[in-house]
């Protein structure tokens, strides 16, 4: 019995945990009788003023995870959608590489995240934001993508902008 507590007092302190970030609720639409929601929060990203990221993600209800039998993990489906809502702001941004993670909330209790990486795109000057899950014994291809171009806006590096790279073959540039 006492490892059944136990069980549920981690759970409890998990999703607690699950709530904090850099977020803000914007709002919650109802898409069934049983309680499910598909909640939507406004993400400003912490390395980069002027820039705020919507995703909807899909939160199961208490009467849903009764039924289902699985008690601890919500969907990783998700939408993302990111815009320059003024004048930007770049701090200390990886401009290489695999980008870094900007908003991760837990979908079970152990095993599976959402998150949100930054991808700086040099050849497009463009930010690129990818929403997806993580698991960690199995890979999900479960994804969403919003791109902020940065040609035309009112751009300040913190650091000085990084050097252009060759625009990719067949891209093209809109100004």
């Not at 820039?51 to 969907?75: A, K, M, T």
């Not at 003024?86 to 701090?91: A, D, E, F, L, R």
């Not at 695999?98 to 908003?103: K, S």
Request: net charge negative; aromatic share 6%; proline share 4%.
């Amino acid at each position: 019995m006492h490892s059944i507590a136990r069980l549920a007092i981690v759970a409890v302190a998990a999703i607690s945990l699950a709530a904090c970030g850099n977020r803000n609720e914007v709002g919650n639409v109802g898409v069934d009788w049983t309680g499910n929601d598909i909640s939507i929060e406004a993400l400003a990203d912490p390395d980069i003023e002027g820039v705020v990221c919507h995703l909807s993600f899909f939160n199961r209800s208490f009467i849903d995870r009764l039924s289902q039998g699985n008690w601890f993990e919500d969907p990783s489906y998700s939408a993302l959608d990111c815009s320059a809502v003024g004048p930007i702001t770049v701090g200390d941004i990886a401009t290489r590489g695999a980008g870094e993670e900007i908003f991760r909330e837990g979908r079970s209790l152990i095993w599976k995240s959402l998150r949100v990486t930054r991808i700086y795109d040099a050849a497009n000057n463009a930010l690129v934001y990818l929403a997806h899950a993580r698991q960690i014994q199995q890979g999900s291809g479960k994804m969403s993508l919003s791109v902020v171009p940065l040609n035309g806006l009112d751009v300040t590096w913190e650091n000085g902008a990084p050097t252009p790279q060759p625009a990719v073959e067949g891209s093209v540039l809109v100004q």
